[in-house]
């Protein structure tokens, strides 16, 4: 009977440590006009860097039945759309817009991070982006689709 009880409460500790880990983790929303970060906000770390990728497979559809997000990892980075983002010390700012000036949001190019733009402008539509650098979370994949709906998928945690 012990024996049992041991074993249950195991079970039980287990399922509350995965559980914690959920329910801590960084909850990310991307839309075609902003992204919003749990992380955010509670005032830390806002960097992240964005930019347009063309799939190698041009016949990758979110909309088939059989879509598989491992297929996005097979891309090429288009060097014309890759911003960096950066915050001031401005605190609890939960959204990043990519199509309104932020009181202290500035857009970097990857290329040149003296060619700063305030206003990315909406996410193109039939449109996939990829996200990377948000801390404590995953990188992130994005297709803008024909109607503004975005779809986002993750391919699992990063080394940060």
């Not at 539509?125 to 979370?137: A, C, E, F, R, V």
């Amino acid at each position: 009977m012990i024996i049992k009880k041991n074993k249950l409460s195991a079970i039980y500790l287990v399922f509350f440590i995965v559980l914690i880990s959920f329910s801590c983790r960084n909850k990310v929303t991307i839309t075609r006009s902003y992204i919003y970060s749990t992380s955010w906000a509670n005032g830390k770390y806002q960097g992240f860097q964005i930019a347009k990728i063309k799939l190698l497979d041009s016949t990758v559809s979110v909309f088939d039945k059989e879509f598989n997000h491992y297929s996005l990892a097979k891309h090429i980075v288009d060097s014309g759309f890759c911003y960096r983002h950066f915050t001031g010390n401005e605190k609890y700012n939960s959204k990043s817009y990519f199509d309104r000036i932020g009181k202290e949001l500035v857009w970097r190019r990857c290329s040149n991070s003296y060619d700063e733009k305030k206003i990315l402008g909406l996410l193109e539509l039939n449109t996939w982006y990829i996200i990377t650098g948000l801390y404590g979370t995953e990188d992130f994949y994005v297709y803008i689709d024909n109607e503004g709906g975005s779809h986002t998928y993750s391919l699992g945690p990063t080394n940060w």
